[in-house]
Protein backbone atom coordinates (compact mmCIF):
# COMPACT_ATOMS: atom_id res chain seq x y z
CA UNK A 1 0.00 0.00 0.00
CA UNK A 2 1.31 3.96 -1.15
CA UNK A 3 0.93 6.18 1.74
CA UNK A 4 0.90 9.79 2.03
CA UNK A 5 1.60 11.70 4.95
CA UNK A 6 -0.99 14.60 5.51
CA UNK A 7 0.97 17.54 8.14
CA UNK A 8 -0.69 20.57 9.63
CA UNK A 9 1.29 22.50 12.13
CA UNK A 10 0.82 24.80 15.11
CA UNK A 11 3.56 27.17 15.65
CA UNK A 12 3.67 29.28 19.22
CA UNK A 13 5.85 32.61 18.43
CA UNK A 14 6.36 35.07 21.59
CA UNK A 15 5.74 38.11 20.69
CA UNK A 16 8.66 40.82 21.24
CA UNK A 17 6.89 43.31 23.10
CA UNK A 18 8.44 44.98 26.28
CA UNK A 19 6.07 44.18 28.96
CA UNK A 20 3.59 41.10 29.03
CA UNK A 21 0.19 40.40 27.57
CA UNK A 22 -2.29 40.99 30.58
CA UNK A 23 -0.07 43.34 32.94
CA UNK A 24 3.32 45.20 33.30
CA UNK A 25 5.89 43.15 34.08
CA UNK A 26 8.70 43.20 31.96
CA UNK A 27 9.14 40.39 29.24
CA UNK A 28 13.17 40.26 29.59
CA UNK A 29 14.68 36.58 29.43
CA UNK A 30 17.41 35.43 31.90
CA UNK A 31 16.49 37.50 34.89
CA UNK A 32 16.55 35.53 38.61
CA UNK A 33 13.09 33.31 38.97
CA UNK A 34 9.77 35.12 40.24
CA UNK A 35 11.57 38.34 39.37
CA UNK A 36 9.51 40.03 36.97
CA UNK A 37 5.98 39.24 38.18
CA UNK A 38 3.09 41.06 39.45
CA UNK A 39 -0.64 39.44 41.34
CA UNK A 40 -2.16 39.75 37.71
CA UNK A 41 0.33 36.91 35.87
CA UNK A 42 0.53 34.92 39.19
CA UNK A 43 -3.21 34.64 39.10
CA UNK A 44 -4.33 36.62 42.57
CA UNK A 45 -7.54 36.52 42.97
CA UNK A 46 -9.82 39.37 42.11
CA UNK A 47 -7.09 41.23 40.05
CA UNK A 48 -7.83 42.86 35.92
CA UNK A 49 -5.54 41.85 33.33
CA UNK A 50 -5.35 44.86 30.67
CA UNK A 51 -4.68 43.63 26.74
CA UNK A 52 -1.18 44.75 25.54
CA UNK A 53 -1.91 46.92 22.39
CA UNK A 54 1.55 46.45 20.84
CA UNK A 55 0.81 42.27 21.55
CA UNK A 56 -2.40 42.59 18.94
CA UNK A 57 -0.30 44.89 16.72
CA UNK A 58 2.09 42.56 16.70
CA UNK A 59 -1.05 39.84 15.43
CA UNK A 60 -2.26 42.01 13.15
CA UNK A 61 1.17 42.72 11.07
CA UNK A 62 1.56 39.06 10.78
CA UNK A 63 -1.80 37.99 10.03
CA UNK A 64 -1.25 41.37 7.22
CA UNK A 65 1.90 39.68 5.64
CA UNK A 66 0.61 36.33 5.30
CA UNK A 67 -2.63 37.44 3.64
CA UNK A 68 -5.27 36.83 6.78
CA UNK A 69 -8.30 38.52 7.20
CA UNK A 70 -8.25 40.49 10.05
CA UNK A 71 -10.97 40.44 12.48
CA UNK A 72 -12.96 43.62 13.16
CA UNK A 73 -14.34 42.07 16.43
CA UNK A 74 -12.19 39.27 18.24
CA UNK A 75 -12.30 37.81 21.73
CA UNK A 76 -10.27 36.50 24.56
CA UNK A 77 -11.09 33.14 26.05
CA UNK A 78 -10.15 30.97 29.14
CA UNK A 79 -8.67 27.77 28.52
CA UNK A 80 -9.29 25.71 31.58
CA UNK A 81 -7.02 23.29 32.84
CA UNK A 82 -4.67 22.46 35.97
CA UNK A 83 -0.73 22.38 35.96
CA UNK A 84 1.87 23.89 38.46
CA UNK A 85 2.92 26.61 35.84
CA UNK A 86 -0.30 27.79 35.34
CA UNK A 87 -1.14 29.27 38.92
CA UNK A 88 -4.75 30.91 37.68
CA UNK A 89 -6.18 27.32 36.38
CA UNK A 90 -6.56 28.87 33.24
CA UNK A 91 -5.13 30.51 30.35
CA UNK A 92 -6.01 33.82 28.32
CA UNK A 93 -5.95 32.52 24.78
CA UNK A 94 -8.33 32.96 22.48
CA UNK A 95 -11.06 30.47 20.73
CA UNK A 96 -14.34 31.41 18.70
CA UNK A 97 -13.14 34.62 17.56
CA UNK A 98 -9.51 34.86 16.73
CA UNK A 99 -7.60 37.90 15.63
CA UNK A 100 -6.62 37.04 12.35
CA UNK A 101 -8.60 33.85 9.72
CA UNK A 102 -7.96 32.18 6.84
CA UNK A 103 -3.74 33.61 5.73
CA UNK A 104 -1.52 31.78 3.23
CA UNK A 105 2.01 31.22 3.00
CA UNK A 106 4.03 29.85 -0.15
CA UNK A 107 6.68 27.94 0.22
CA UNK A 108 9.09 26.61 -2.50
CA UNK A 109 10.39 23.03 -2.42
CA UNK A 110 12.25 21.14 -5.32
CA UNK A 111 11.76 24.36 -7.50
CA UNK A 112 8.19 24.50 -7.21
CA UNK A 113 5.73 26.74 -5.42
CA UNK A 114 3.46 25.54 -2.94
CA UNK A 115 0.73 27.46 -1.28
CA UNK A 116 0.01 26.38 2.48
CA UNK A 117 -3.20 27.85 3.72
CA UNK A 118 -3.48 29.15 7.56
CA UNK A 119 -6.36 28.16 9.34
CA UNK A 120 -5.93 31.01 12.33
CA UNK A 121 -3.74 32.99 14.11
CA UNK A 122 -4.65 34.40 18.07
CA UNK A 123 -3.17 35.50 20.89
CA UNK A 124 -2.52 34.40 24.07
CA UNK A 125 -0.11 34.27 27.08
CA UNK A 126 2.48 31.86 28.05
CA UNK A 127 3.03 29.85 30.88
CA UNK A 128 5.32 29.89 33.49
CA UNK A 129 8.33 26.99 34.08
CA UNK A 130 8.41 24.04 36.29
CA UNK A 131 12.43 22.76 36.89
CA UNK A 132 12.81 19.92 38.06
CA UNK A 133 16.85 19.85 37.88
CA UNK A 134 18.44 21.21 41.15
CA UNK A 135 15.33 20.78 43.51
CA UNK A 136 15.85 17.48 45.40
CA UNK A 137 12.88 15.31 45.67
CA UNK A 138 11.02 18.78 44.98
CA UNK A 139 10.42 20.86 41.81
CA UNK A 140 10.40 24.81 41.57
CA UNK A 141 8.34 26.82 39.70
CA UNK A 142 9.59 30.12 37.66
CA UNK A 143 6.61 32.77 36.88
CA UNK A 144 8.86 35.10 34.93
CA UNK A 145 7.46 34.03 31.77
CA UNK A 146 4.02 33.40 32.81
CA UNK A 147 1.75 36.00 31.60
CA UNK A 148 4.81 36.64 27.89
CA UNK A 149 2.22 37.04 24.97
CA UNK A 150 2.24 34.39 22.57
CA UNK A 151 1.11 34.20 18.78
CA UNK A 152 -0.43 30.93 17.72
CA UNK A 153 -0.08 30.12 14.09
CA UNK A 154 -2.65 27.09 12.85
CA UNK A 155 -1.99 26.02 9.09
CA UNK A 156 -4.08 23.80 7.58
CA UNK A 157 -3.63 20.52 6.76
CA UNK A 158 -1.90 21.16 3.22
CA UNK A 159 1.42 19.87 3.98
CA UNK A 160 2.87 16.45 2.50
CA UNK A 161 6.25 15.94 3.44
CA UNK A 162 9.16 16.44 6.48
CA UNK A 163 11.15 18.85 4.01
CA UNK A 164 8.05 20.94 3.12
CA UNK A 165 7.09 21.25 6.86
CA UNK A 166 10.94 22.32 7.26
CA UNK A 167 10.58 24.59 4.43
CA UNK A 168 7.20 26.13 5.83
CA UNK A 169 8.65 27.29 9.39
CA UNK A 170 11.91 28.81 7.73
CA UNK A 171 9.75 30.85 5.77
CA UNK A 172 7.62 31.55 8.40
CA UNK A 173 10.78 32.73 10.81
CA UNK A 174 12.14 34.80 8.18
CA UNK A 175 8.67 36.75 8.09
CA UNK A 176 8.20 37.01 11.84
CA UNK A 177 11.96 38.08 11.67
CA UNK A 178 11.66 40.64 9.01
CA UNK A 179 8.48 42.01 10.57
CA UNK A 180 10.41 42.23 13.88
CA UNK A 181 7.01 40.56 16.12
CA UNK A 182 9.53 38.18 17.13
CA UNK A 183 13.32 37.09 17.25
CA UNK A 184 12.71 33.39 15.93
CA UNK A 185 15.11 31.89 18.48
CA UNK A 186 13.89 28.30 18.29
CA UNK A 187 16.91 26.72 20.40
CA UNK A 188 16.08 29.32 23.03
CA UNK A 189 12.00 28.40 22.24
CA UNK A 190 11.07 31.95 21.18
CA UNK A 191 9.57 30.32 18.17
CA UNK A 192 8.24 26.28 18.59
CA UNK A 193 6.53 24.30 16.49
CA UNK A 194 4.27 21.34 17.34
CA UNK A 195 3.53 19.01 14.24
CA UNK A 196 0.13 17.07 13.34
CA UNK A 197 0.75 14.42 11.14
CA UNK A 198 -1.29 11.73 9.79
CA UNK A 199 -0.86 9.30 6.60
CA UNK A 200 -3.50 7.58 4.17
CA UNK A 201 -3.84 5.46 1.37
CA UNK A 202 -2.76 7.60 -1.86
CA UNK A 203 -6.10 8.60 -4.07
CA UNK A 204 -8.14 8.74 -0.17
CA UNK A 205 -9.83 12.04 0.54
CA UNK A 206 -10.33 11.32 3.91
CA UNK A 207 -7.71 12.42 6.66
CA UNK A 208 -6.43 9.59 8.57
CA UNK A 209 -5.94 9.64 12.56
CA UNK A 210 -3.30 11.91 13.54
CA UNK A 211 -0.46 12.32 16.50
CA UNK A 212 0.62 15.71 17.95
CA UNK A 213 4.35 16.02 18.10
CA UNK A 214 5.83 17.84 20.42
CA UNK A 215 9.74 18.90 21.78
CA UNK A 216 11.44 19.98 18.12
CA UNK A 217 13.69 22.72 18.58
CA UNK A 218 15.22 23.35 14.96
CA UNK A 219 14.92 22.82 11.39
CA UNK A 220 16.56 19.31 11.53
CA UNK A 221 13.94 18.08 14.12
CA UNK A 222 10.93 19.33 12.56
CA UNK A 223 12.19 17.12 9.75
CA UNK A 224 13.72 14.08 11.39
CA UNK A 225 10.53 14.29 13.97
CA UNK A 226 8.40 14.10 11.02
CA UNK A 227 10.06 11.61 9.03
CA UNK A 228 10.08 8.88 11.71
CA UNK A 229 6.58 9.28 12.57
CA UNK A 230 5.77 8.98 9.15
CA UNK A 231 7.30 5.67 8.96
CA UNK A 232 6.28 4.67 13.00
CA UNK A 233 3.11 5.38 11.08
CA UNK A 234 2.87 3.09 8.15
CA UNK A 235 4.56 0.36 10.19
CA UNK A 236 1.26 -0.15 12.25
CA UNK A 237 -0.41 0.31 9.21
CA UNK A 238 0.84 -2.62 7.71
CA UNK A 239 0.73 -5.02 10.25
CA UNK A 240 -2.63 -3.99 10.67
CA UNK A 241 -2.73 -2.04 14.00
CA UNK A 242 -4.87 0.94 14.46
CA UNK A 243 -3.07 4.84 14.97
CA UNK A 244 -3.77 6.09 18.50
CA UNK A 245 -4.83 9.69 18.78
CA UNK A 246 -1.93 11.14 21.24
CA UNK A 247 0.70 13.79 21.72
CA UNK A 248 3.83 12.60 21.41
CA UNK A 249 7.18 13.90 22.36
CA UNK A 250 10.64 13.95 19.76
CA UNK A 251 13.85 13.00 21.59
CA UNK A 252 16.27 13.94 20.06
CA UNK A 253 19.08 12.18 21.35
CA UNK A 254 17.53 8.72 20.72
CA UNK A 255 15.82 10.08 17.44
CA UNK A 256 11.89 8.84 17.93
CA UNK A 257 9.28 9.72 19.16
CA UNK A 258 7.42 8.88 22.24
CA UNK A 259 3.74 8.63 23.70
CA UNK A 260 3.22 11.04 26.11
CA UNK A 261 -0.57 11.76 26.55
CA UNK A 262 -3.79 10.68 25.08
CA UNK A 263 -5.06 13.64 23.05
CA UNK A 264 -7.46 15.91 25.16
CA UNK A 265 -10.57 17.43 22.77
CA UNK A 266 -11.25 20.85 22.73
CA UNK A 267 -14.44 20.50 25.17
CA UNK A 268 -12.06 19.13 27.96
CA UNK A 269 -11.08 23.15 28.17
CA UNK A 270 -14.10 24.40 29.03
CA UNK A 271 -13.47 27.47 27.13
CA UNK A 272 -15.09 30.04 27.66
CA UNK A 273 -15.09 34.28 26.92
CA UNK A 274 -13.44 35.54 29.71
CA UNK A 275 -15.77 38.11 31.57
CA UNK A 276 -12.86 40.50 32.99
CA UNK A 277 -11.68 41.66 29.01
CA UNK A 278 -12.89 43.57 26.77
CA UNK A 279 -13.39 42.18 23.69
CA UNK A 280 -10.81 43.45 20.86
CA UNK A 281 -11.92 46.41 18.33
CA UNK A 282 -9.94 46.38 15.47
CA UNK A 283 -11.23 49.47 12.93
CA UNK A 284 -10.10 49.83 8.93
CA UNK A 285 -7.81 53.08 10.00
CA UNK A 286 -6.32 51.08 12.79
CA UNK A 287 -5.19 48.15 10.33
CA UNK A 288 -4.14 50.50 7.34
CA UNK A 289 -1.66 51.94 9.78
CA UNK A 290 -0.27 48.79 10.69
CA UNK A 291 -0.02 47.68 7.34
CA UNK A 292 2.21 51.00 6.83
CA UNK A 293 5.01 49.72 8.83
CA UNK A 294 4.99 46.50 7.54
CA UNK A 295 8.42 46.37 5.32
CA UNK A 296 9.42 44.67 2.13
CA UNK A 297 9.11 41.07 3.02
CA UNK A 298 10.93 37.46 2.06
CA UNK A 299 9.03 37.02 -1.40
CA UNK A 300 8.74 39.50 -2.69
CA UNK A 301 12.26 40.87 -1.83
CA UNK A 302 13.79 37.67 -3.51
CA UNK A 303 11.84 38.31 -6.59
CA UNK A 304 13.16 41.66 -6.73
CA UNK A 305 16.39 40.29 -6.53
CA UNK A 306 16.25 37.67 -9.35
CA UNK A 307 14.52 40.74 -11.74
CA UNK A 308 16.88 43.82 -10.35
CA UNK A 309 19.91 42.44 -10.07
CA UNK A 310 20.34 39.52 -12.35
CA UNK A 311 20.95 37.06 -9.35
CA UNK A 312 20.26 33.14 -9.74
CA UNK A 313 17.60 31.98 -7.80
CA UNK A 314 19.42 30.46 -4.98
CA UNK A 315 21.17 33.54 -4.53
CA UNK A 316 18.28 35.32 -4.32
CA UNK A 317 16.67 32.77 -1.62
CA UNK A 318 19.97 32.89 0.33
CA UNK A 319 20.18 36.87 0.41
CA UNK A 320 16.81 37.22 1.35
CA UNK A 321 16.64 34.60 4.17
CA UNK A 322 16.99 37.24 6.58
CA UNK A 323 16.58 41.15 6.66
CA UNK A 324 19.79 42.38 7.74
CA UNK A 325 21.49 40.10 5.10
CA UNK A 326 18.97 41.43 2.28
CA UNK A 327 20.20 44.73 3.51
CA UNK A 328 23.68 44.65 3.69
CA UNK A 329 23.49 43.35 0.29
CA UNK A 330 21.54 46.03 -0.88
CA UNK A 331 24.12 48.32 0.57
CA UNK A 332 27.07 46.66 -1.29
CA UNK A 333 25.28 47.07 -4.59
CA UNK A 334 24.28 50.93 -4.12
CA UNK A 335 27.92 51.70 -2.82
CA UNK A 336 28.89 50.15 -6.59
CA UNK A 337 29.59 46.74 -6.06
CA UNK A 338 28.97 44.61 -8.78
CA UNK A 339 25.86 42.43 -7.62
CA UNK A 340 26.91 38.84 -8.61
CA UNK A 341 30.84 39.43 -7.15
CA UNK A 342 28.79 40.64 -3.67
CA UNK A 343 26.71 37.52 -3.69
CA UNK A 344 29.47 35.75 -3.87
CA UNK A 345 31.66 36.68 -1.58
CA UNK A 346 28.88 36.92 1.03
CA UNK A 347 27.99 33.68 0.13
CA UNK A 348 30.82 31.97 0.52
CA UNK A 349 33.63 33.36 2.72
CA UNK A 350 30.96 35.92 4.73
CA UNK A 351 28.90 33.26 5.55
CA UNK A 352 31.07 30.58 6.50
CA UNK A 353 32.86 33.14 8.88
CA UNK A 354 29.67 33.99 10.37
CA UNK A 355 28.53 30.52 10.63
CA UNK A 356 32.29 29.28 11.95
CA UNK A 357 31.64 32.22 14.82
CA UNK A 358 27.87 31.77 15.26
CA UNK A 359 27.97 35.02 14.50
CA UNK A 360 24.47 37.24 12.74
CA UNK A 361 25.52 39.81 10.01
CA UNK A 362 24.24 43.09 11.96
CA UNK A 363 27.24 41.81 14.69
CA UNK A 364 30.17 41.28 12.01
CA UNK A 365 32.88 44.34 12.32
CA UNK A 366 32.78 43.97 7.93
CA UNK A 367 30.80 47.06 6.53
CA UNK A 368 29.25 46.98 2.56
CA UNK A 369 31.61 49.57 1.70
CA UNK A 370 35.04 47.45 3.11
CA UNK A 371 33.50 44.64 0.76
CA UNK A 372 33.27 47.05 -2.22
CA UNK A 373 37.06 48.36 -1.44
CA UNK A 374 37.69 44.80 -2.19
CA UNK A 375 35.91 43.95 -5.28
CA UNK A 376 37.58 47.08 -6.69
CA UNK A 377 41.07 46.52 -5.35
CA UNK A 378 40.91 42.78 -7.50
CA UNK A 379 39.01 44.45 -10.49
CA UNK A 380 41.47 46.79 -10.79
CA UNK A 381 44.12 43.69 -10.79
CA UNK A 382 45.93 45.22 -7.54
CA UNK A 383 45.14 41.94 -5.47
CA UNK A 384 44.61 38.57 -7.12
CA UNK A 385 41.17 36.58 -6.06
CA UNK A 386 43.45 34.44 -4.23
CA UNK A 387 45.52 37.09 -2.27
CA UNK A 388 41.94 38.52 -2.05
CA UNK A 389 40.42 35.48 0.33
CA UNK A 390 43.24 36.09 2.87
CA UNK A 391 42.40 40.05 2.49
CA UNK A 392 38.86 39.01 3.21
CA UNK A 393 39.94 37.34 6.32
CA UNK A 394 41.76 39.87 7.87
CA UNK A 395 38.89 42.61 7.18
CA UNK A 396 36.51 40.79 8.69
CA UNK A 397 38.70 39.84 11.99
CA UNK A 398 39.68 43.65 12.13
CA UNK A 399 37.24 45.63 10.50
CA UNK A 400 40.41 47.22 8.41
CA UNK A 401 39.48 48.61 5.10
CA UNK A 402 41.33 46.31 2.07
CA UNK A 403 43.82 48.81 1.08
CA UNK A 404 45.30 49.32 4.37
CA UNK A 405 45.35 45.62 4.65
CA UNK A 406 47.09 45.53 0.80
CA UNK A 407 49.41 48.38 1.87
CA UNK A 408 50.09 47.00 5.26
CA UNK A 409 51.02 43.48 4.27
CA UNK A 410 52.51 43.81 1.06
CA UNK A 411 49.84 41.66 -1.10
CA UNK A 412 49.56 44.09 -4.12
CA UNK A 413 50.10 41.86 -7.18
CA UNK A 414 53.15 41.60 -9.08
CA UNK A 415 52.11 41.97 -12.73
CA UNK A 416 55.66 42.91 -14.43
CA UNK A 417 56.43 40.26 -16.80
CA UNK A 418 59.47 40.29 -16.66
CA UNK A 419 60.07 39.92 -12.79
CA UNK A 420 57.19 36.66 -13.03
CA UNK A 421 59.36 35.32 -16.07
CA UNK A 422 62.65 35.26 -13.59
CA UNK A 423 60.23 33.06 -11.14
CA UNK A 424 58.58 31.07 -13.95
CA UNK A 425 62.41 30.23 -15.68
CA UNK A 426 63.33 29.48 -12.07
CA UNK A 427 60.39 26.87 -11.53
CA UNK A 428 60.89 24.81 -15.01
CA UNK A 429 64.60 24.48 -14.77
CA UNK A 430 63.82 22.92 -10.98
CA UNK A 431 61.15 20.30 -12.48
CA UNK A 432 62.65 19.41 -15.90
CA UNK A 433 61.02 15.91 -15.43
CA UNK A 434 57.40 17.46 -15.01
CA UNK A 435 58.38 19.86 -18.31
CA UNK A 436 59.14 17.03 -20.21
CA UNK A 437 55.52 14.83 -19.08
CA UNK A 438 54.08 17.79 -20.21
CA UNK A 439 55.51 18.04 -23.47
CA UNK A 440 54.55 14.25 -23.88
CA UNK A 441 50.97 15.73 -23.27
CA UNK A 442 50.18 15.11 -19.63
CA UNK A 443 48.40 18.76 -20.30
CA UNK A 444 47.45 18.66 -16.20
CA UNK A 445 50.68 19.68 -15.05
CA UNK A 446 50.37 23.24 -16.17
CA UNK A 447 47.97 23.53 -12.92
CA UNK A 448 51.43 22.12 -10.94
CA UNK A 449 53.43 24.17 -12.40
CA UNK A 450 51.36 27.32 -11.93
CA UNK A 451 51.08 26.71 -7.93
CA UNK A 452 54.65 26.56 -7.60
CA UNK A 453 54.88 29.80 -9.08
CA UNK A 454 52.20 31.02 -6.35
CA UNK A 455 53.62 29.59 -4.21
CA UNK A 456 57.21 31.14 -4.89
CA UNK A 457 55.30 34.43 -4.77
CA UNK A 458 53.06 34.15 -2.05
CA UNK A 459 50.24 34.35 -3.56
CA UNK A 460 51.32 37.69 -5.52
CA UNK A 461 52.13 36.86 -8.86
CA UNK A 462 49.35 37.73 -11.44
CA UNK A 463 47.80 34.35 -12.62
CA UNK A 464 46.62 35.71 -16.07
CA UNK A 465 50.12 36.43 -16.63
CA UNK A 466 51.89 33.35 -14.71
CA UNK A 467 49.45 31.47 -17.10
CA UNK A 468 50.78 32.63 -20.20
CA UNK A 469 54.03 32.57 -19.68
CA UNK A 470 53.73 29.09 -18.68
CA UNK A 471 52.01 27.85 -21.89
CA UNK A 472 54.51 29.93 -24.09
CA UNK A 473 57.74 28.58 -22.38
CA UNK A 474 56.19 24.95 -22.38
CA UNK A 475 55.34 24.98 -25.90
CA UNK A 476 58.91 26.10 -26.32
CA UNK A 477 58.09 29.44 -28.65
CA UNK A 478 60.03 31.16 -25.60
P1 LIG B 1 -7.41 19.54 17.32
O1 LIG B 1 -8.86 19.88 17.52
O2 LIG B 1 -7.07 18.13 17.61
O3 LIG B 1 -6.50 20.53 17.95
P2 LIG B 1 -7.44 20.85 14.84
O4 LIG B 1 -8.50 20.48 13.85
O5 LIG B 1 -7.63 22.07 15.64
O6 LIG B 1 -7.17 19.62 15.76
O7 LIG B 1 -6.08 20.94 14.05
C1 LIG B 1 -4.86 21.15 14.68
C2 LIG B 1 -3.78 21.04 13.64
O8 LIG B 1 -3.75 19.70 13.12
C3 LIG B 1 -3.98 21.92 12.42
O9 LIG B 1 -2.71 22.39 12.01
C4 LIG B 1 -4.57 20.99 11.37
O10 LIG B 1 -4.21 21.39 10.08
C5 LIG B 1 -3.90 19.68 11.71
N1 LIG B 1 -4.71 18.50 11.39
C6 LIG B 1 -6.01 18.31 11.63
N2 LIG B 1 -6.39 17.09 11.26
C7 LIG B 1 -5.27 16.45 10.77
C8 LIG B 1 -4.99 15.16 10.27
N3 LIG B 1 -5.93 14.22 10.18
N4 LIG B 1 -3.74 14.89 9.89
C9 LIG B 1 -2.77 15.83 9.99
N5 LIG B 1 -2.96 17.04 10.47
C10 LIG B 1 -4.20 17.36 10.86
ZN1 LIG C 1 2.80 40.69 35.99
MG1 LIG D 1 -7.58 22.68 17.74
Known amino acids: MQYEAVIGLEIHAQLLTESKMFCGCSTKFGSEPNTQTCPVCIGMPGVLPVANKRAIECVIKTGLAVNCKI ?6 ARKNYFYPDLPKGYQISQYELPICEHGLVEIIVNGSTKKIGLTRIHLEEDAGKNIHEGAGDYSFV ?54 NVSIRPVGQEELGTKTEIKNMNSFKFIEKALDYEIKRQI ?8 IVQETRLWH ?76 W ?39 PEQLVGLIKLIDKGVISGKIAKTVFEEMYKTGKDADRIVKEKGL ?52 KIVNELLRK ?3 GTS
Open 71 to 76: APFSRF
Open 142 to 195: DLNRAGTPLMEIVTEPDIRSPQEAAEFVKKLRAIVRYLGVCDGNMEQGSLRCDA
Open 235 to 242: KILNEGGR
Open 252 to 327: SNRGITESMRSKEEAHDYRYFPDPDLVPVDVDNAWIEQIRLQIVELPDSRRQRFITQYGLPEQDADLLTSERAMAE
Open 329 to 367: FEEAVKLGGDPKSVSNWMMGELMKMLNEENKLIEECALK
Open 412 to 463: VQVSDESEIEKVVDDILQKNPKEMERFRAGEEKLLGFFAGQIMKATKGKANP
Open 473 to 475: KLS
